[in-house]
């Protein structure tokens, strides 16, 4: 099986493949947090309904096809340009001709073109995103990969921060052009670091296996003995109660009256905020019980976290409906 990694000990990074590591995954997720929080929550202040958003909650659903894009990434390469520079370079450039389009748009009455903007966007943040984890892999040393994914760690709460709550907060005094303008620059700084970036050469010279084994590669993964379907089912359903609270989130509370600077600030400061701070709490945990209680423990604290949303919905809209009976009386 073609393997990739820095399995050299004496290997060190330098500060270029550090800045690289940290701004690609930045970055990944600036690009998720503008898209799934930031363009979401300005549509809704534009009048677009939940049937409409739907649409580009589907579209956000392009991450789960990782497993097909990885190989894809893992057999071809972009000759003279590296084996993932040269991916995330195509990819990165696609990224900014979707914002470039973006800001020419008047979402209301081009909603055609705001869609192909949206499929280019989410396309190329899944080709980004899998050229970045491939290039972690390749140049991380294994003693390093737990230092290494911290910084990623952090990097992506900043980027959340970033495209989530300063795009809102752009849009809020300045305008929709703006917010995308800004995520163009960003954009353009990381080309300009990428085609700068040299990588190292540390990775084996492709075996030219056949494509379809590296298909059937994730399939003889979970086949092994100590490792079990039942973890990819958990793993494929672990994220549905929050996805489904997050879905529903941004036009519940605009439909409450929230402005765009105060969702931003909810979505993209303060969860990122509780969950750095929380973070360490997992480790302890982890010290003294063992992976499946605290697992379990994290599934019932979802499915709670879920019931106490729906009573609240409820809660707001019968205290909606008792309003002009109190003022009455």
């Not at 290494?148 to 795009?167: E, T």
């Not at 609270?245 to 519940?252: D, L």
Request: glycine fraction near 6%.
């Amino acid at each position: 099986m073609q393997r990739f990694g820095n399995a050299n000990k004496a290997t060190s990074l330098n500060k270029q493949d550090w800045a690289i590591l940290a701004t690609t995954a930045g970055f990944k997720f600036c690009v998720v947090a503008f898209y799934m929080i930031g363009l979401i929550t300005m549509l809704k202040e534009m009048g677009f309904d939940l049937k409409q958003l739907s649409w580009f909650y589907l579209l956000g659903g392009m991450e789960m096809a990782k497993f097909i894009v990885s190989p894809l990434i893992e057999r071809y390469r972009i000759k003279r340009i590296g084996q993932f520079r040269g991916w995330l370079c195509l990819s990165s450039l696609i990224i900014f001709i979707a914002l470039f389009m973006l800001h020419f748009i008047q979402p209301k009455q081009d909603f055609t073109l705001l869609m192909v903007a949206c499929v280019l966007l989410n396309l190329s943040s899944l080709f980004f995103g899998c050229a970045t984890l491939g290039l972690t892999c390749a140049i991380l040393p294994f003693e390093q990969r737990g230092f290494g994914g911290v910084i990623q760690v952090i990097a992506g709460r900043v980027g959340k921060m970033l495209g989530g709550g300063l795009m809102l907060l752009i849009y809020h005094y300045y305008g929709w052009q703006s917010a995308v303008d800004l995520m163009s620059v960003f954009a353009l700084l990381l080309i300009l670091q990428i085609s700068l970036y040299a990588e190292p050469v540390i990775v084996a010279e492709p075996q030219n296996l056949p494509l379809h084994f590296l298909f059937t590669r994730f399939f003889h993964f979970w086949q092994q003995p100590h490792i079990s379907f039942r973890w990819l089912i958990l793993l494929l359903f672990i994220f549905i109660p929050s996805g489904m609270v997050v879905s529903s989130f941004i036009p519940r509370l605009n439909a409450l009256g929230w402005s765009s600077q105060h969702i931003g600030l909810l979505l993209s400061v303060f969860e990122p905020l509780c969950a750095i701070a929380f973070a360490p709490l997992s480790g302890i945990l982890l010290k003294k019980y063992s992976r499946v209680s605290v697992t379990q423990w994290v599934l019932f604290s979802q499915i709670f976290a879920f019931c106490l949303f729906i009573y609240l919905n409820m809660s707001a809209r019968i205290f909606l409906i008792l309003s002009p009976y109190q003022s009455y009386y």
